[in-house]
């Protein structure tokens, strides 16, 4: 697969399909899922990531010049102005088909995923209403942001991870100095309480000390290569705007080196979970590692990227074209549902490898 073959495969099957199959244009909602048999949504729920990250894929639809894409993206937006925001400013979490919302903690993931959403959306003011409502109702009195509101534990880096792709996609948009520096307070708990010698925790106490079994702890290797991407954008991102970087270098090439030693195998399948020693935890695994390999590739390593993209598209064989086959576990778990919120990852990873015009 070549990256121009991937960028067809998603603008003329991919979201075609999903703009008539995964779209509730009646109830003004997206589909959490699709049946590869049938093409029918399964699940009897719907979510507010699933909303955040469709409107991502659809406002890259729109300028990419897919047909109803625009309309999609506008359904999208309405839905979180509309259906999923709460009076005190927060935004609900899930949601019955009729859209009601169900009663669950505030989510400070997506949370993150709603500012992702309004900042490629080009909602200025509700970016800026959101990342007020995040450091308002879940800023953490120690350091970085609650998990949750109510606050549960444990702590995780993921919700911090996907807080700063969605400000760096509102800073890069908007130029919104808020933006920028929320950036640089990620990154720099980044560098002094998430990351660690061997390798990002995924599970912290309180204080984001990392939750520890038998002296190691749980790490994700397709999130080591998330960060390494964002870690990129961040110095891209802030050098363009004028601003001091922080030097990450080492600790991004690092977890690099550590997710491929330990977490990749020969034929180029990610695992889920590892251990902090190097041990292999889960090796089930789904697409989303494979797409964010895909990307730390882009950055780092160019003559690994052809590889990383054939193996993504393993993925996509045996089911209807747009679709996906979402879990490995020795092999293709056949059968499933194909999730809506994986279209984001892959829609961002098959962006990321499109020649630049410089």
């Given at each position: 697969?070549t990256p121009e073959g991937a960028m067809e495969w998603l603008c003329v099957r991919t979201m075609p399909l999903w703009l008539e199959h995964g779209v509730d244009w009646k109830a003004g909602?997206?589909?959490?899922?699709?049946?590869?048999?049938?093409?029918?949504?399964?699940?009897?729920?719907?979510?507010?990531?699933?909303?955040?990250?469709?409107?991502?894929?659809?406002?890259?639809?729109?300028?990419?010049?897919?047909?109803?894409?625009?309309?999609?993206?506008?359904?999208?937006?309405?839905?979180?102005?509309?259906?999923?925001?709460?009076?005190?400013?927060?935004?609900?979490?899930?949601?019955?088909?009729?859209?009601?919302?169900?009663?669950?903690?505030?989510?400070?993931?997506?949370?993150?995923?709603?500012?992702?959403?309004?900042?490629?959306?080009?909602?200025?003011?509700?970016?800026?209403?959101?990342?007020?409502?995040?450091?308002?109702?879940?800023?953490?009195?120690?350091?970085?942001?609650?998990?949750?509101?109510?606050?549960?534990?444990?702590?995780?880096?993921?919700?911090?991870?996907?807080l700063l792709e969605a400000v760096l996609a509102a800073a890069e948009r908007f130029g919104e100095v808020v933006f920028l520096d929320r950036a640089d307070t990620i990154v720099g708990l980044?560098?002094?309480?998430?990351?660690?010698?061997?390798?990002?925790?995924?599970?912290?106490?309180?204080?984001?000390?990392?939750v520890r079994k038998a002296g190691c702890f749980e790490l994700e290797p397709g999130h080591h290569h998330e960060w390494v991407w964002l870690l990129d954008e961040y110095r891209r991102i802030?050098?363009?705007?004028?601003?001091?970087?922080?030097?990450?270098?080492?600790?991004?090439?690092?977890?690099?080196?550590?997710?491929?030693?330990?977490?990749?195998?020969?034929?180029?399948?990610?695992?889920?979970?590892?251990?902090?020693?190097?041990?292999?935890?889960?090796?089930?695994?789904?697409?989303?590692?494979?797409?964010?390999?895909?990307?730390?590739?882009?950055?780092?390593?160019?003559?690994?990227?052809?590889?990383?993209?054939?193996?993504?598209?393993?993925?996509?064989?045996?089911?209807?074209?747009?679709?996906?086959?979402?879990?490995?576990?020795?092999?293709?778990?056949?059968?499933?549902?194909?999730?809506?919120?994986?279209?984001?990852?892959?829609?961002?990873?098959?962006?990321?490898?499109?020649?630049?015009?410089?």
């Amino acid at each position: 697969m070549t990256p121009e073959g991937a960028m067809e495969w998603l603008c003329v099957r991919t979201m075609p399909l999903w703009l008539e199959h995964g779209v509730d244009w009646k109830a003004g909602a997206f589909h959490e899922d699709l049946d590869p048999a049938t093409l029918a949504p399964r699940a009897t729920f719907r979510r507010l990531r699933v909303a955040a990250r469709q409107v991502y894929v659809f406002a890259a639809g729109q300028r990419l010049g897919v047909a109803r894409a625009g309309d999609a993206l506008e359904l999208g937006v309405a839905f979180l102005r509309h259906q999923a925001r709460r009076p005190d400013g927060g935004y609900a979490s899930r949601f019955d088909l009729s859209g009601q919302p169900l009663e669950l903690p505030l989510d400070l993931y997506d949370h993150a995923f709603v500012l992702l959403a309004f900042a490629h959306a080009g909602e200025r003011a509700a970016a800026l209403e959101v990342m007020a409502t995040i450091d308002t109702m879940f800023g953490h009195p120690a350091c970085g942001w609650c998990e949750s509101v109510p606050e549960s534990l444990p702590r995780r880096q993921n919700p911090h991870m996907h807080l700063l792709e969605a400000v760096l996609a509102a800073a890069e948009r908007f130029g919104e100095v808020v933006f920028l520096d929320r950036a640089d307070t990620i990154v720099g708990l980044f560098l002094d309480r998430l990351y660690q010698p061997e390798g990002l925790p995924e599970y912290f106490d309180d204080a984001l000390v990392p939750v520890r079994k038998a002296g190691c702890f749980e790490l994700e290797p397709g999130h080591h290569h998330e960060w390494v991407w964002l870690l990129d954008e961040y110095r891209r991102i802030s050098a363009a705007a004028g601003r001091p970087v922080r030097h990450t270098q080492a600790q991004a090439a690092s977890l690099m080196q550590f997710a491929e030693r330990h977490g990749v195998s020969a034929d180029g399948i990610v695992a889920g979970v590892l251990w902090s020693d190097g041990r292999v935890h889960e090796a089930a695994t789904r697409v989303w590692p494979h797409t964010e390999r895909l990307k730390a590739l882009s950055r780092t390593d160019k003559a690994g990227q052809g590889p990383a993209l054939d193996t993504m598209f393993r993925f996509f064989e045996g089911v209807p074209a747009g679709l996906w086959t979402e879990r490995w576990d020795g092999g293709f778990v056949r059968g499933d549902a194909s999730p809506a919120s994986t279209l984001y990852h892959i829609t961002c990873a098959i962006l990321e490898i499109q020649p630049r015009v410089t």
